[in-house]
């Protein structure tokens, strides 16, 4: 899998599961969202990680080390209330996230041997 690949499936995993998380809740906690959002940013990076750029790739890669580092309060109340719905959707944001990052360092590995080799 390439990053860009992964890049995306983690932003549609983090809109999903926001979505369900706030119809869940019954649309009162608008909170609920913000991992949409930053799904919705990684969207609008997609075509820029895919065509290898730089910047955005870079730029990417700090949104989802961001998600990445967020998700632990989410995660950890979610284990704390034992609601099977909120660890079920914290843990795919968690691993779709962290498999992300995975790839997105991977890349950059890549390209570092590619220049200097």
């Given at each position: 899998?390439?990053?860009?690949?992964?890049?995306l499936a983690n932003a549609i995993v983090l809109i999903g599961c926001s979505l369900w998380a706030f119809v869940a809740i019954g649309g009162t906690s608008w909170t609920a969202l913000i991992p949409g959002?930053?799904?919705?940013?990684?969207?609008?990076?997609?075509?820029?990680?895919?065509?290898?750029n730089k910047m955005i790739a870079h730029i990417g890669a700090v949104l989802t080390l961001v998600i990445l580092i967020a998700l632990y309060m989410p995660l950890?109340?979610?284990?704390?209330?034992?609601?099977?719905?909120?660890?079920?959707?914290?843990?795919a944001m968690?691993?779709?996230t962290l498999v992300?990052?995975?790839f997105f360092i991977k890349s950059f590995?890549?390209?570092?041997?590619?220049?200097?080799?």
């Open positions: 899998m390439k990053a860009h690949t992964a890049s959002a930053f799904g919705v940013a990684l969207l609008l990076c997609y075509r820029g990680i895919r065509a290898e950890s109340s979610a284990l704390e209330s034992g609601a099977l719905g909120s660890i079920v959707r914290s843990l968690v691993i779709s992300a990052m995975v590995r890549d390209a570092r041997r590619a220049r200097a080799g």
